[in-house]
């Protein structure tokens, strides 16, 4: 049963640059979370999607997009890449209503 | 909104008990979730408390007191491969149920 999956687990990219980060969340999860992780900070909350929609959304600009597709997997798109934007993107997959909440590994996003 | 407070950095000595703290203060509870991640890694998950009380789960077990707002994660016969930092977050009841997190707390595990 495979976990949560990311690609690619790294990437350097320029200011003023897109980016698309995708996932695959866990078998028999419905819904994906993406958080943003800086050095030495806690996850910080992205949004979150289900059935092909963003459900909620934490405190980011539109620069950070995204998109779920009918087999549950999911892209992160930001825009206009920013120094700030450098981080570890996480992606989080649970069922809905559902107790747990697993991650997977991450993609580290530099902005040069 | 969520705040939740939990201290930077522990230390504690191999073959030891650690209890690592948290509070917060919701505007919603649902649950919440303790996490381990090890530098460089992803967050492993670890326990998802919604009723007050202990929950034990081998060497590590995560108590919750919703009235007071707090929860703790004990790690028992601590062995250095436990040197990680150590989340806490918070599940809303409201909408969706988005997550939380804390800063995190950095333990060090010594000989």
């Known amino acids: 049963d495979a976990g949560v999956t990311q690609s690619p687990t790294h990437l350097i990219k320029t200011r003023g640059q897109q980016v698309t980060l995708r996932c695959s969340p866990k078998?028999?999860?419905?819904?994906v979370s993406w958080y943003q992780q800086a050095l030495g900070q806690g996850p910080q909350f992205i949004f979150q999607?289900?059935?092909?929609?963003?459900?909620q959304r934490g405190n980011f600009p539109d620069r950070f997009s995204g998109h779920q597709f009918p087999n549950y997997s999911s892209e992160l798109n930001v825009n206009a890449l920013l120094l700030g934007d450098s981080a570890l993107y996480l992606c989080?997959?649970?069922?809905?209503?559902?107790?747990?909440?697993?991650f997977g590994p991450g993609t580290r996003l530099t902005v040069t | 909104g969520q705040n939740i407070d939990q201290p930077t950095e522990m230390t504690a000595t191999e073959g030891a008990i650690v209890q690592i703290n948290c509070t917060y203060q919701?505007?919603?509870?649902?649950?919440l979730f303790w996490y381990q991640q090890h530098a460089g890694e992803a967050p492993t998950f670890l326990s998802y408390?919604?009723?007050?009380g202990l929950e034990e789960k081998g060497r590590f077990s995560s108590f919750l007191s919703r009235s007071k707002g707090y929860s703790y994660l004990l790690l028992k016969e601590l062995q250095m491969k436990d040197s990680a930092s150590y989340l806490c977050?918070?599940?809303?009841?409201?909408?969706?149920?988005?997550?939380?997190f804390g800063t995190g707390t950095k333990l060090q595990v010594i000989p």
């Open positions: 078998s028999g999860h419905d819904t």
């Open positions: 977050a918070v599940r809303d009841s409201a909408g969706y149920q988005k997550v939380t």
């Open positions: 989080a997959s649970s069922l809905a209503g559902g107790r747990e909440q697993y």
């Open positions: 919701t505007s919603g509870f649902n649950g």
């Open positions: 999607y289900y059935e092909e929609e963003e459900r």
């Open positions: 408390n919604v009723l007050d």
